[in-house]
């Protein structure tokens, strides 16, 4: 999760990049970084595309059985170990983001274009992301099952969960001190990725957990254990003992690639293009420079499989390029059509959020804002963390310790007013223009399982203060579906990328209920006592529906960098792309690894399930070729 206002603050908006000073880590020259030529000339069993949280964790694995050579194309380069990568208080993403992606106009936002925010670096989202580590809900999990996918369901992901993580809990004293809660029982201790709390928290993070409480949300123990409802201390992807983050290139490449020769990285390539053989199946890959320096575009075999993990943008833009799309919008551009799946590039989806200033006549330091503006506490505080590893510099620059999980319920009274409007309307009225017949089937099926949502337990929005001046209201299950879709035949030409955030009037309707919930808790007395006062577009004149919609509309962010969705897995006749084992109708031997392939985003952040779906697909391919 990462909050617009933050990268305005970090000149993200402008691209005035900020490179802080580097630890001693430098890029290890191990001999498994290889070169365009090395990697055209070696033959491997598995080629992916895409060195992200899922690239990495399967290639990771796939290498534990050493007969079988992988390797792993990315687009990005590798960090070299910033403080603002690896510091959690000085987080920065801004040098690692895919840089110039903007969307197409914004038709529910006043026709605004938006900086698209995505990843792109060995280790994916994971390197730039703002370290939350959450899991979804059951409902979110039995719903993905409920849409054609056996396997899938919270008990299926459990186990590999646990595996995914090495989870570090607080001190007894210091989670009394913190109302840090936890259900051990669902947490691993073995496994790659380092999973805590931060140690510090700021004091007026206790006003904001009691007002939650005065305004009717209760404690949720522990939002990883399949019920993602009420408020909790914030799990990040943090190493307890450096109090660093714990990204996908240090827990599933730097861990093992010592004594993994059989494990191949290729960074700052992008790949082109995927090759069939005449019996559709995928032989292998083209690829070219990232920065387009290179001739021509070279090509690697894969000898078993090629798994796509170009993420939830690139992915669906990388399927088209190849042949696997919307028969009609690969013609346009004169692609040959390998399998002509409609669904390739929609039910494009992300989490917007809506970011609220304030004012505070009496708010209680420090907090964010004296990191941010009194440089003797910053210097103080970090010289701190360098020294023992505590305070305010192991939490996520802006971020605080604790979030609230919102159900509707816990939103608005007038819930089942909200789901009657929706079954109300035609479920087809708000999809793209020239929506393919099955692709509209496989969304009247997901609203279906949403609305069934909105009804129960499952979080569909979230709010979370600061402790300075920004209060973000986080939007988990959107109705509205957008659409990627290539505008050229090059990779290093962006797709046209169209979120259609609030198009859908359901949408509309819960950011205007949780923004009414998030006043009561401003209001509540635990936080009335600091003296809040909304900044401009909100402020106490902004009452009706009507203003209250115009403000959330100017402000919102498409995009969380949560993009997901476009090769969903679903059937045939829904849409679908690829089936419940992540393998591309119509071809063999290609799988789509990444979130592209979720049906709809779960009620948290993606990436604890995406580490672990990355196990379970590791699982899931090693057992079809009998790999140790
Ligand atoms: C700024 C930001 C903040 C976020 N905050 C959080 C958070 O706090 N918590 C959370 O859980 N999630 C967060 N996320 C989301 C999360 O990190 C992603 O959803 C997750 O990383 C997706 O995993 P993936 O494996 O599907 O893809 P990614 O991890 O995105 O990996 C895809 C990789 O493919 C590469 N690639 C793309 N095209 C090509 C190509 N043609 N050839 C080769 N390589 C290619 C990209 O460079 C990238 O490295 C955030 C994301 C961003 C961008
Ligand atoms: C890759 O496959 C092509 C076509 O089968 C073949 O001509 C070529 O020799 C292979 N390259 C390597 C390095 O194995
Ligand atoms: C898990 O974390 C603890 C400390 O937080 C550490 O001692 C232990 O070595 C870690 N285990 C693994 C497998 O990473
Ligand atoms: C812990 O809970 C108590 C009781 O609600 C509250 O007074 C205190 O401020 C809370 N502290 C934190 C850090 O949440
Ligand atoms: C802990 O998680 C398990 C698995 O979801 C659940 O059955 C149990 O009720 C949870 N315990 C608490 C105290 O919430
Ligand atoms: C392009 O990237 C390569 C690494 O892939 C690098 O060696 C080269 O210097 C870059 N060229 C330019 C012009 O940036
Ligand atoms: C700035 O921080 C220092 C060190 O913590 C503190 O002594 C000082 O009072 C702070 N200044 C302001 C204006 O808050
Ligand atoms: C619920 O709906 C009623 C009737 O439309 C309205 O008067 C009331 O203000 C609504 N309550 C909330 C919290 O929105
Ligand atoms: C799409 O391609 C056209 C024609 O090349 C170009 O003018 C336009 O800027 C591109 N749009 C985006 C959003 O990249
Ligand atoms: C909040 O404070 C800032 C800086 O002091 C000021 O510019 C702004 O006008 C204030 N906003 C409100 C709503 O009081």
């Given at each position: 999760m990462v909050v617009l206002s933050k990268l305005k603050r970090a000149g993200l908006l402008g691209l005035a990049v900020f490179i802080t000073q580097a630890l001693a880590r430098v890029v290890p020259e191990h001999a498994t970084i290889v070169d365009r030529t090395t990697a055209s000339t070696t033959t491997y069993d598995f080629v992916i595309a895409g060195g992200g949280i899922a690239g990495l964790t399967v290639a990771d694995r796939l290498t534990e059985d050493p007969s079988v050579n992988v390797l792993v194309i990315e687009a990005g380069p590798f960090d070299q170990g910033e403080d603002a990568v690896l510091v959690p208080g000085a987080y920065n993403p801004a040098a690692y983001l895919w840089p110039d992606l903007f969307t197409v106009p914004q038709e529910g936002l006043n026709d605004g274009v938006y900086f698209a925010i995505c990843g792109r670096v060995v280790g994916g989202g994971s390197t730039v992301n703002a370290m939350i580590f959450i899991r979804g809900d059951k409902e979110d999990y039995a719903g993905w099952t409920t849409l054609g996918n056996p396997g899938w369901s919270w008990n299926d992901f459990l186990p590999y969960f646990e595996k995914s993580e090495n989870f570090t809990f607080p001190s007894a004293s210091f989670a009394a001190q913190g109302n840090i809660t936890w259900?051990?029982?669902?947490?691993?201790?073995?496994?790659p990725v380092q999973a805590t709390y931060p140690n510090y928290f700021f004091p007026g993070s206790g006003n904001w957990f009691e007002a939650v409480q005065q305004a009717g949300i209760a404690p949720d123990t522990d939002p990883n254990d399949g019920s993602v409802r009420g408020v909790f201390w914030l799990p990040l992807a943090e190493d307890a003992r450096t109090r660093t983050r714990s990204d996908a290139r240090i827990n599933h490449y730097d861990r093992v690639i010592a004594t993994r020769p059989n494990y191949h990285l290729l960074p700052e390539t992008s790949v082109s293009k995927i090759l069939f053989n005449s019996a559709k199946k995928a032989t292998g890959v083209q690829f070219v420079a990232t920065n387009g320096t290179s001739a021509a575009a070279t090509t690697v075999n894969a000898s078993k499989e090629v798994l796509i993990a170009a993420g939830g943008l690139h992915t669906p833009q990388l399927l088209q390029l190849s042949g696997i799309g919307p028969k009609a919008l690969l013609t346009k551009f004169g692609i040959p059509v390998v399998s002509n799946l409609p669904g390739v590039g929609q039910n494009f989806q992300d989490q917007p959020t809506i970011p609220m200033t304030y004012n505070f006549t009496n708010n209680v330091s420090p907090n964010w804002g004296s990191l941010l503006n009194n440089a003797t506490y910053d210097a103080e505080q970090y010289a701190l963390y360098e020294a023992?590893?505590?305070?305010?510099?192991?939490?996520?620059?802006?971020?605080?310790?604790n979030f609230a999980a919102l159900a509707l319920k816990d939103i608005t009274p007038n819930y089942t007013t909200i789901i009657a409007d929706a079954l109300a309307r035609n479920p087809l009225a708000y999809l793209p223009e020239g929506t393919d017949a099955t692709v509209a089937a496989g969304y009247v099926a997901q609203r279906a399982v949403l609305l069934g949502q909105l009804a129960a337990e499952a979080a569909v929005g979230g709010l979370h203060w600061n402790t300075y001046d920004t209060n973000t209201l986080y939007t988990f299950k959107p109705f509205s579906r957008g659409t990627i879709n290539i505008n050229s035949t090059s990779i290093l030409d962006n797709p046209l990328i169209d979120y259609r955030t609030a198009t859908d009037p359901t949408d509309i309707a819960i950011y205007t209920a949780l923004l009414k919930k998030s006043r009561e808790v401003m209001n509540a007395p635990a936080m009335a006592v600091l003296g809040p006062v909304e900044d401009a577009p909100f402020g106490s004149d902004v009452t009706t529906d009507a203003e209250i919609q115009a403000a959330i509309l100017s402000v919102m962010s498409p995009t969380n960098g949560h993009e997901c969705c476009t090769a969903a897995a679903l059937p045939l006749a829904l849409g679908g792309v690829v089936d419940p084992n992540f393998q591309v109708y119509g071809v063999t031997g290609l799988r789509v690894i990444d979130i592209s392939h979720w049906p709809f985003p779960v009620a948290g952040a993606p990436s604890a399930t995406m580490y672990a779906t990355g196990e379970k697909i590791a699982v899931t391919i090693k057992t079809k070729y009998g790999l140790s």
């Open positions: 259900n051990a029982s669902v947490h691993g201790n073995a496994g023992d590893k505590t305070g305010p510099y192991t939490l996520v620059r802006t971020l605080s310790t």
